[in-house]
Nanobody, 129 residues
Framework: QVQLVNSGGGTVQPGGSLRLSCAASGFTLDSVAIGWFRQASGKEREDVSCIDNRDGVSYYIGSVKGRFSISVDKVNNTVYLQMDNLKPEDTAVYSC??????????????????????WGQGTLVTVSS
């Protein structure tokens, strides 16, 4: 079965850390780009980060640069989003997604969001004291 499964969310205090996982099955991550997205209550979905496994290029939205880090474990076919120094404004449902054709990650940002075809179910991150 071709799918992405998200995990790793939870509730942390400001300044805390979480590591989100995006486990792929039914296909390998080697030839695709993976994006991490978040949607806070009442707000539009936001591109947080992406990585293109074809050339290793990654991208971070300005508000998370220096705090979040995206990585790929090719053995376990999983993409991680390490989130450090979390802030209340990071509170959102985080999801990963990919598109085998037409979705790319460049250092200036993701390209081809309209080609995203496979989504994880999302995981809730709450940052609160």
């Amino acid at each position: 079965q071709v799918q992405l499964v998200n995990s790793g969310g939870g509730t942390v205090q400001p300044g805390g850390s979480l590591r989100l996982s995006c486990a792929a099955s039914g296909f390998t991550l080697d030839s695709v780009a993976i994006g991490w997205f978040r949607q806070a209550s009442g707000k539009e979905r936001e591109d947080v980060s992406c990585i293109d496994n074809r050339d290793g290029v990654s991208y971070y939205i300005g508000s998370v640069k220096g705090r979040f880090s995206i990585s790929v474990d090719k053995v376990n076919n999983t993409v991680y989003l390490q989130m450090d120094n979390l802030k209340p404004e990071d509170t959102a449902v985080y999801s990963c997604a990919t598109g085998r054709y037409g979705y790319f990650c460049q250092d200036s940002g993701p390209v081809g969001n309209r080609y995203l075809e496979l989504w994880g179910q999302g995981t809730l991150v709450t940052v609160s004291s």
